[in-house]
């Protein structure tokens, strides 16, 4: 089993579709969580952090359940330049290992 | 732009070959990682520095390993190339290896090819 697990992919959406990726690791004493986004041939840049009372940033929110060890991601209004490959990301504790989903492909079609 | 830089930028090599890429952190960081990642996969740690000392590693051989220097740029040196090497490779920095909470920033990465 992967260390971290998500939604394979791709999903398609038009614009203003609201879209959500799951995300589920195994390690139960891994300490932070994020989700990056990567563009094509780009390198990932941070999207936002995710913590356990949720958390939003303008259409994005990003919730953490430690229970069940899974973190999702919901896009409100997707726009065009939301596509991307979105990568979900585990570090342990110490923080010196830091473990990436092999990402979900979204594709905003007009 | 996060003040991140890699070099070089595209690289192809043979098997059997040696390669060096560097990387230069962004101002006032002290922790670098690296990172391998494969078409269609997201990125596998490889190791960490922090301060000039390997911080911690991921499942990758011996034949990868790094130095980080006192400004705090760093090589990662991959003997012995095999054709699974192809992939890009990313750096990334960040203010301190024990924060786990602590945001990385990338860099454009280094698109190796072997032959």
């Known amino acids: 089993r992967k260390e971290v697990e998500q939604d394979p992919g791709p999903f398609n959406v038009p614009e203003g579709a609201t879209v959500a990726f799951n995300c589920t690791y195994s390690n139960s004493a891994s300490q932070s969580f994020f989700w990056y986004r990567q563009d094509c041939r780009k390198e990932p840049k941070l999207l936002m952090s995710v913590y356990s009372s949720g958390n939003e940033d303008g259409r994005f929110t990003a919730q953490l359940n430690r229970a069940s060890q899974y973190i999702s991601l919901l896009i409100r209004d997707s726009k065009l330049s939301d596509s991307a490959t979105y990568l979900c990301v585990v570090k342990s504790t110490g923080g010196f290992k830091t473990i990436f989903g092999a990402g979900t492909r979204l594709f905003v079609k007009a | 732009e996060t003040g991140v830089t890699q070099s070089p930028t595209h690289l192809i090599k043979t098997r059997g070959q040696q390669v060096t890429l560097r990387c230069s952190s962004q101002?006032?960081?002290?922790?670098v990682s690296w990172y391998q990642q494969a078409l269609g996969q997201g990125p596998q740690f490889i190791f960490q520095?922090?301060?000039?000392?390997?911080?911690g590693r991921g499942n990758f051989p011996p034949r990868f390993s790094g130095l980080q220097f006192p400004n705090y740029s760093s090589e990662l040196n991959v003997n012995a190339l095999e054709l699974d090497d192809s992939a890009l490779y990313l750096c990334?920095?960040?203010?301190?290896?024990?924060?786990?909470?602590?945001?990385?920033?990338f860099g454009p990465g280094t698109r190796l090819t072997v032959l």
């Open positions: 101002s006032g960081h002290n922790t």
């Open positions: 990334a920095s960040s203010l301190a290896a024990s924060y786990s909470t602590d945001t990385q920033y």
């Open positions: 520095y922090y301060r000039e000392e390997e911080n």
